[in-house]
């Protein structure tokens, strides 16, 4: 169970970028609440720290905005959104993983023996 | 199930901890992270009855793991230490491979015999002072304890040689000639002072105490003089100083033109 919770991560590692891009390309929304989004979709794996540690480095190479919210429930929210090139980044990533995913489907399917 | 009051103060020292290990990033890039992560820790305390580090993990690892997705360097390779004591421990490092500090280790190696045989000295003159309870200049003079006293300072300097010789064996050993040099030094920095207090008066009891209230007395007086207006005489007085200089000053010129006369004649 702890070698499947750990590839889990390690295989998330490489998509995260994306996975960020697509919940944020739901709408505008805060760390807390992306996390939260990952988890129900099925990402267990993904740890709190690296989901912020993601929106940083989208948001230093410039495909993330983000503003300073007041809460009803406690301190303000730093909302994230994307920006036009954030946009292109989720396509491109999107693109790339799905040929990935194929190539990789393909591969699982012709079985691990000639 | 915490308290409140558990719950704030957890968060309050996790997010102090989170702090300290992204401190040596730039002061706008800490806040803005700051700025996300108080929010996340309120939420998942919030939700979470028990540790938050049971959801979070501990605060080096949670930021350790932030600094790897964001692309910032690890913790591990940022020093730990405040930057200033870290700067004088490597200045300390570097002058202690330096030219000077080797010759001056050197020098203090050469030097320890001479060391011992004063340490040896000073030790018999403090013995001397505090068993005779005596406040004369014994540190500098044991002879005024004739041959017991010149005894007792030749026993300690042959003492103190030994020990520092043999105290180049074992380790232990050197830790208790460190220790002995401290005693002797602290003894004889005390025993100086007290020597200093007591030998002022015990050799010039009365004149000096004479002299202490008379300074004392012309002290306050010319404190008062200069808070006080300048009495009349004693513009006076400066007056008929100013023509005394005069005088002096006519008398001073025609002999100088005597003398002159004299040369040129």
């Known amino acids: 169970m702890d070698t499947e919770r750990a590839t889990n991560t390690q295989l998330l590692k490489g998509v995260l970028d994306l996975a960020v891009l697509t919940v944020l390309d739901r709408g505008p929304t805060y760390g807390y609440d992306v996390v939260r989004q990952l988890r129900e979709a099925g990402l267990e794996g993904v740890g709190d720290a690296s989901v912020y540690g993601t929106l940083r480095r989208l948001f230093t190479a410039g495909a993330l905005s983000s503003r300073v919210e007041p809460s009803d429930e406690g301190p303000n929210r730093k909302y994230y959104e994307l920006t036009s090139r954030g946009e292109d980044l989720r396509e491109a990533n999107s693109k790339a993983w799905a040929t990935f995913s194929s190539s990789m489907d393909g591969l699982l399917a012709a079985g691990g023996r000639p | ?265």
């Open chain 2, 1 to 265: 199930m915490s308290t409140k009051t558990e719950t704030s103060s957890a968060v309050t020292a996790y997010l102090d901890a989170v702090r300290l290990y992204l401190s040596d990033l730039p002061q706008w890039d800490v806040e803005d992270l700051m700025a996300d992560i108080e929010q996340h820790v309120l939420e998942v305390a919030s939700e979470w009855d028990g540790p938050i580090t049971s959801v979070l993990g501990d605060p080096i690892t949670f930021v350790e793991e932030y600094r790897q997705s964001a692309n910032v360097p690890p913790v591990s390779q940022v020093p730990t230490t405040p930057p200033l004591i870290d700067r004088l421990v490597r200045a300390i490092e570097k002058a202690r491979r330096g030219q000077t500090w080797q010759s001056m280790l050197s020098f203090a190696r050469e030097a320890r015999p001479g060391w011992w045989a004063l340490r040896g000295y000073m030790a018999a003159s403090v013995l001397l002072l505090v068993v005779s309870s005596s406040s004369r200049t014994t540190m500098v003079n044991p002879f005024v304890f004739g041959p017991p006293g010149l005894l007792i300072s030749a026993i300690g300097v042959v003492l103190s040689v030994h020990l520092g010789r043999r105290s180049q064996l074992r380790s232990w050993r050197r830790w208790v000639a460190i220790a002995s040099n401290a005693a002797v030094v602290a003894g004889l920095l005390i025993a100086g002072q007290q020597l200093n207090d007591a030998s002022y008066y015990q050799f010039y009891p009365e004149p000096v105490a004479e002299a202490d209230a008379a300074y004392e007395a012309g002290f306050l007086d010319a404190r008062s003089m200069v808070v006080e207006p300048i009495p009349e005489e004693v513009f006076g007085g400066v007056a008929r100083a100013a023509e005394l200089q005069e005088a002096i000053d006519v008398v001073q010129a025609y002999l100088e033109s005597v003398r002159a006369q004299n040369i040129d004649g």
